[in-house]
């Protein structure tokens, strides 16, 4: 179960990046292109909140089974974890970090749809989702991630 749930876990990475940078780009655009908001607009920004909740949720099952996630913390102690960098990595960083960036992203979302106008909109989703997808980006193991 563990391989499947880490499989999943790794590809789904790939499509959730994707999104993102491509919702966080399409805001941007919008906001400093002052572009008129669209129903394809916020399709881009409902996906990008979906694919990081779904990504979430698997995460979350993952940190839970993995040998590397709570049970490391359990096995070896908070202390002996933060000592060591690929251990705080899967068992701290990463998993506080990702919380961050849905929080953020929903956030953005949240904000964005109370707006009445285009440039509002685009703003709450440029602000929200480039801060998660910043947070996001320096926080995948890089160089577990590409050795796929």
Same mark, same amino acid.
């Given at each position: 179960m563990y391989t499947t749930v880490q499989f999943i876990h790794s590809y789904w990475a790939y499509l959730v990046v @994707?999104? $993102? #940078?491509i919702a966080t780009i399409n805001a941007l655009a919008g906001y400093f292109g002052n572009k008129e908001y669209s129903p394809k607009d916020f399709r881009l !920004? /409902? @996906? !990008? /909140? %979906?694919t990081t909740h779904i990504q979430f949720l698997i995460g979350l099952v993952l940190y839970f089974i993995s040998p590397l996630g709570l049970q490391n913390i =359990? *096995? *070896?102690?908070?202390g002996e974890v933060m000592k060591n960098d690929l251990f705080r #990595?899967? !068992?701290v960083e990463h998993p506080t970090i990702m919380i961050l960036t849905v929080v @953020?992203? =929903? %956030?953005g979302y949240s904000k964005h749809k109370k707006k009445l106008v285009s440039k509002p909109k685009f703003k709450m #989703? !440029?602000?929200f989702y480039t801060i998660a997808l $910043?947070?996001?980006l320096s926080r995948i193991p890089w160089s577990q991630w590409l050795d796929l």
């Open positions: @994707f999104v $993102v #940078l !920004a /409902l @996906f !990008a /909140l %979906i =359990t *096995n *070896n102690g908070m #990595l899967y !068992a @953020f992203i =929903t %956030i #989703l !440029a602000i $910043v947070l996001m």
